[in-house]
């Protein structure tokens, strides 16, 4: 059975960091590309940041700079480290699994920028 299990969510300040950890169950994890959206409230699914399974990255301009997608293929984790947060980036955070034809999906975790 496939899951996807995103941890490392909370409240913090503006202006402080989090890590957002990922791990792959039931998938060839080194194969897929992983990738991070986000879904803030009456907003869409956006994108935040991929890496291929060569990690090659991506990431959205608004993120550019103060987020760093990374992996480790030994332990089927992709990692979000998000420095600098703005109250902007409050959002349910969704980690991605992508492979040819093939998606999956997290259950989400939540971060809340506020002071």
């Known amino acids: 059975q496939v899951q996807l299990v995103e941890s490392g969510g909370g409240l913090v300040q503006p202006g402080e960091s989090l890590r957002l950890s990922c791990v792959a169950h039931?998938?060839?994890?080194?194969?897929?590309?992983m990738g991070w959206y986000r879904q803030a409230p009456g907003k869409q699914r956006d994108l935040v940041a991929t890496?291929?399974?060569?990690?090659?990255?991506n990431y959205a301009d608004s993120v550019k700079g103060r987020f760093t997608i990374s992996r480790d293929n030994a332990k089927n984790t992709v990692y979000l480290q998000m420095d600098s947060l703005k109250p902007e980036d409050t959002a349910v955070y969704y980690c991605?699994?992508?492979?040819?034809?093939?998606?999956?999906w997290g259950q989400g975790t939540q971060v809340t920028v506020s002071s």
């Open positions: 890496i291929t399974s060569n990690g090659n990255t």
């Open positions: 039931g998938i060839a994890f080194n194969r897929y590309t």
């Open positions: 991605n699994g992508r492979y040819s034809v093939l998606q999956y």
